[in-house]
Nanobody, 121 residues
Framework: QVQLVESGGGLVQAGGSLTLSCEASGSIFSINAMGWYRQAPGKQREWVADIGSVGNTNYADSVKGRFAISRDYDKNTVSLQMNSLKPEDTAVYYC???????????????WGQGTQVTVSS
């Protein structure tokens, strides 16, 4: 089994910064891509950013230039540095791992429990 645990959420004023972290634990051999999604109240979950197996990154237009995703391949962690935060960034942020090869199996997609980010105006 594999588990994702997020940390780093909280309350911040508009224009401020936060860093989210996510650690994947379990008998992991490799992970294809890791990323972040978010879900605001009353809205569908949306993709924010992801980083592939060779460091290739992708960002939603709404966060491009403000957020930076990074990954530690040895520790199976992914981070999201969020700068110039806006009230519309307020959401529960979820960590995602795609294509997880385990020592004894495979998980196509794994989700964390989510961490709340609130940006006050």
């Amino acid at each position: 089994q594999v588990q994702l645990v997020e940390s780093g959420g909280g309350l911040v004023q508009a224009g401020g910064s936060l860093t989210l972290s996510c650690e994947a634990s379990g008998s992991i051999f490799s992970i294809n891509a890791m990323g972040w999604y978010r879900q605001a109240p009353g809205k569908q979950r949306e993709w924010v950013a992801d980083i592939g197996s060779v460091g290739n990154t992708n960002y939603a237009d709404s966060v491009k230039g403000r957020f930076a995703i990074s990954r530690d391949y040895d520790k199976n962690t992914v981070s999201l540095q969020m700068n110039s935060l806006k009230p519309e960034d307020t959401a529960v942020y979820y960590c995602n791992a795609d294509g997880v090869v385990l020592m004894s199996g495979y998980a196509s997609e794994v989700w964390g429990q989510g961490t709340q980010v609130t940006v006050s105006s």
